[in-house]
């Protein structure tokens, strides 16, 4: 009979002691790791739902990455547009309340804080986040906006600033004889008054006509309550008919030989630079001394011999008198005030900026000439503003796999253009104390910088464009509050698939070790056993 030795026979045992080994190591990994297999290969059938569900919070992730840079740009972005709010209030209650008091330098306290308010935009419009300028479209290394002194004070002598531009077109429309590019004279009879344009430019030149000249006040009407007197309103006199130059326009009143009743008005109506207008009203008064914006009534000589009767020509004379001084104290006042404005829009409102062409002295200038970056400021150097191509569509993220948000902005929408361009017009303009007519001059700029800061129903505001981003930052919050959700229920469904129980792995690792060993216990008897030890 034959006796085999236990080495064949106990192998089944040492397999099974792998087998157990195997498995224990596998539980060990699974508690650690908290997976039930480190490859898909052992997440079983689910194998594919958990490459979809891992590829989703993947893309989760990233667009929270994106969401939490975007939402940086906005806040950033944000801030500056709510301090240009504040800034809009500043400079408009300053200009409101500022009065005309002017300091050494010929600013009034108004205008001191339109300056510093005005340095302050500039810093806002040029805000970045990291080495990204928020405000220049999809021109994003740049500065948008050019330096504030630059701006204001030019580049040396050769490169002109704002306020070169505003002083050059301050002498064009105020004219050689201040007032405002206007001539009052009598005119075709004793009895009347006409004012006239003095310059007309030739509107049938060939190829390309040229137009009136830009400069000065333009003519509107001319109204009266004198009965019997005849107003002829703004026409060329005498008309030509082309091919000939045009003559100048001119308005007038005939008192047609009616004296004036005391209280009795003209008024003549000016179209300003800027697009605003400004009426001279003058009474008729037979006071003495004469109240300001009155023209005297000629009360004759009662008393002579013989007597002599009042004479329309005379008072026709003293309302030329009267007219001749009211158009100069507009002239150096509302229309410089308006000059300013229409300067700072010639400045700012073009690419590239207009100014008056031809070489200083400006009072006889007829027309005007495109800027170079060789000798005027170009305040812009962004992306420029297109009604075609939307400014918050130049920054544009996606947040979702089917959303995305638009952010961008640009220094030269109309909203923040026109508000820079106002500020610092308020801060340019400078004038004398010893002028006798800085007082109008500064209250017609105050009551131009309120209105033009006001907000216009219809056109864009800053409020518009803080609404805009805060729409998207609503989108964003959504999106992520979704994606949050999302993403806690694909970790749960990941968890079913690939994740253990842990008190379910302790045990089996439990079992397992008391298998195993016992296992090596009998294992290690079975080894020493031998056939003398069995006999």
Known sequence: MAIDGVSGRTSYIGTGILNLRSQLENLSQQLSSGRISNTYAGDGTGRSLAIGLRAQMSNIASYSDTMTNITTRISVANLSLQR?????????????????????????PGQKTASLDFFDSVDMLNAQVGDRYLFGGRITDTAPVTAADKIMNGDGAAVAGLKQVISERHDA?????????????????????QIGEDFAANPYATPTP??????????????????????????????????????????????????????DTVKFTFDMPDGTQETITLTASSKTPLPDGCFAIDQGSPTAVPPVAPSPSVTAANLQTALTAAVKKMANGPLAAASAIKAGDDFFNNTPPLRVAGTAPFGAATAQVAGTKANTIFWYNG????????????????????????????????????????????????????????????????????????????????QNMQAELAGAQASIK???????????????MLSSIEGINNDEVATKILALQTSLQASYETTSKLYQLSLVKFL
Do not use: H
């Open 84 to 108: 240009m709010a504040t800034i809009n209030s500043e400079v408009k209650g300053a200009a409101v309340s500022a009065g005309s008091t002017l300091d050494n330098t010929g600013q009034t």
């Open 173 to 193: 429309d105020v004219g050689t004889n201040g007032m405002g590019r206007t001539i009052v004279s009598t005119g075709a009879t004793a009895t009347t008054v």
């Open 210 to 263: 040229i137009g009136p000249s830009p400069f000065g006040m333009k003519l509107n009407a001319v109204s009266t309550t004198i009965s019997g007197a005849v107003v002829t309103q703004p026409t060329e006199t005498p008309p030509t008919t082309p091919p000939a130059a045009p003559n100048p326009k001119a308005m007038s009143i005939d008192l047609n030989g009616v004296i004036p009743n005391e209280g």
């Open 383 to 462: 992306e420029p503003d297109s009604a075609s191509d939307p400014a918050r569509g130049t920054a544009v993220a996606k947040i979702d796999d089917a959303i995305t948000v638009q952010y961008g902005a640009r220094a030269d929408e109309q909203a923040l253009r026109k508000q820079l361009q106002t500020v610092a017009v308020f801060a340019a303009v400078t004038t004398s104390a010893t002028d006798p007519y800085s007082s109008g001059k500064i209250a017609a700029l105050n009551q131009r910088v309120a209105a033009n800061l006001a907000v216009v129903p219809g056109q864009q505001s800053i």
């Open 478 to 492: 959504a999106t992520a509050n979704r994606q949050t959700q999302s993403k806690a229920l694909a970790q749960t």
